[in-house]
T-cell receptor, first 111, second 113 residues
């Protein structure tokens, strides 16, 4: 599928600080952008998503922004907590309903 | 309500052996997917089934076959396992037309020696 680039690959923040993860995509036809959280030994869990007709979406401490012109989208986590520590993946649709994933960001929140 | 279940959880194979990974869902979703996850590579799509009776290749289909047995079940078969197929395999489901959200199972960790 088309490439989805994700940065940074690792991120360490102190509890209470904000964390931002950024992704870029190349397929201009992509119209759905989910974010997944994966804890050790578990499957990815959908935490928030955004469609191409929306610029921003918020759910409590997490938010996602989308810039279709620049083909990039970001995950924002505010007031981070130790339980936010996990690997986060972004993704974008291609060929209809298939998803192309970024390579992941390992987030560590230290008390 | 188990959502998406995968069996087995762990498996060790010798090179050349065959096996089938099973995925079942009780979410009544139309689309089912098989991914593999390797360190530093994210999740890569192997095969998917948009609806019962259809299957399509994803990004990395070589060495695998799939069967959409019915709406609930989607299996992944390795006919002759190779060490390069050592990975964690995830099954996912989605609602189908107009519904993009994918929900993942707990995974199968496969080692080929």
């Amino acid at each position: 599928g088309e490439n989805v680039e994700q940065h940074p690959s690792t991120l360490s923040v102190q509890e209470g600080d904000s964390a931002v993860i950024k992704c870029t995509y190349s397929d201009s036809a992509s119209n759905y952008f989910p974010w997944y959280k994966q804890e050790l030994g578990k499957g990815p869990q959908l935490i928030i998503d955004i469609r191409s007709n929306v610029g921003e979406k918020k759910d409590q401490r997490i938010a996602v922004t989308l810039n279709k012109t620049a083909k990039h989208f970001s995950l924002h986590i505010t007031e981070t907590q130790p339980e936010d520590s996990a690997v986060y993946f972004c993704a974008a649709t291609y060929s209809g309903y298939a998803l192309n994933f970024g390579k992941g960001t390992s987030l560590l929140v230290t008390p | 309500n188990a959502g998406v279940t995968q069996t087995p959880k762990f498996q060790v194979l010798k090179t050349g052996q065959s096996m089938t990974l099973q995925c079942a869902q009780d979410m009544n979703h139309n689309s089912m997917y098989w991914y593999r996850q390797d360190p530093g590579m994210g999740l890569r799509l192997i095969y998917y089934s948009a609806s019962e009776g259809t299957t399509d290749k994803g990004e990395v289909p070589n060495g695998y076959n799939v069967s959409r047995l019915n709406k609930r079940e989607f299996s992944l078969r390795l006919e002759s396992a190779a060490p390069s197929q050592t990975s964690v395999y995830f099954c996912a489901v989605a609602g189908g037309v107009g519904s993009y959200e994918q929900y993942f199972g707990p995974g199968t960790r496969l080692t080929v020696t």
